[in-house]
């Protein structure tokens, strides 16, 4: 992403120890990788952005192409999802994510973990909430189970136990939905797109100062971003 480092202050720094005083010629300069940008979640919330469902197999320089009619601003996409490790951040595609999910389990349609299903007494009144992740053991059914009240006279109770209560999540299914939650992308609007690279470069200079008063890296927050809109 050269775009992305062309925005980044630059530091001299030494490759190799030099016991001696240091010279120019004993200097690399390169990109800060330190200073940098984080959102607030805040923002996220304003008319700034919009989702996206990612296409299988899209890459974040085309969504930057489609967007906002060039690729370099494919850093924007990635920052402004919060994403650091492309590799694993990023969705993969079906073939891709295919290729992963035999290569990581010996057998990815083995049980991960079980769900509860949701339970209503009579009443209507839920006495177990769905989607909890909970220890059960096939061999044994009474290993989770419960006991309510099945309706409003106290002393009727009800006990169930084992897969009537519950639903199993394989690896693939697990790996599969986490995938897929990645697709979802916030996009900042092409509107916006000037004053956020403006902002991001403000928060990553140095002061003049030798002492460099910004912490490494600063949060931007929705009022960071309007006050620097021009409507």
Avoid: C
Avoid at 67 to 81: A, H, I, M, Q, R
Avoid at 94 to 123: G, Q, R, S
Avoid at 132 to 143: F, R
């Amino acid at each position: 992403m050269p775009g992305f480092f062309s925005y980044l202050p630059k530091i001299e720094y030494t490759p190799t120890r030099t016991p001696f005083q240091f010279t120019n010629q004993d200097f690399v300069v390169a990109a800060n990788i330190f200073k940098g940008l984080s959102i607030d979640n805040s923002v996220y919330a304003t008319d700034l952005f919009t989702e996206l469902q990612l296409q299988d197999g899209v890459r974040p320089d085309q969504v930057s192409e489609a967007v906002y009619g060039t690729p370099e601003y494919d850093w924007v996409v990635l920052l402004t999802n919060k994403i650091v490790d492309v590799k694993n951040d990023w969705p993969l595609s079906d073939a891709e994510f295919e290729k992963f999910i035999y290569k990581e389990y010996e057998n990815p349609h083995a049980v991960k973990h079980y769900l509860t299903k949701e339970v209503k007494n009579d009443l209507g009144e839920i006495v177990l909430p769905g989607g909890l992740e909970v220890y059960y053991d096939p061999s044994d059914p009474d290993s989770f189970q419960i006991t309510y009240p099945k309706s409003y006279n106290p002393f009727v109770e009800e006990t169930e136990n084992g897969l009537v209560l519950l639903t199993s999540t394989t690896h693939y299914e697990w790996e599969q939905e986490r995938n897929n939650k990645r697709r979802f992308l916030q996009i900042l609007k092409p509107n916006y797109l000037e004053t956020f690279v403006k902002i991001f470069r403000v928060a990553t200079q140095y002061n003049k100062s030798i002492a460099d008063s910004k912490p490494v890296k600063q949060t931007l927050n929705k009022t960071d971003i309007f006050n620097n809109i021009t409507l």
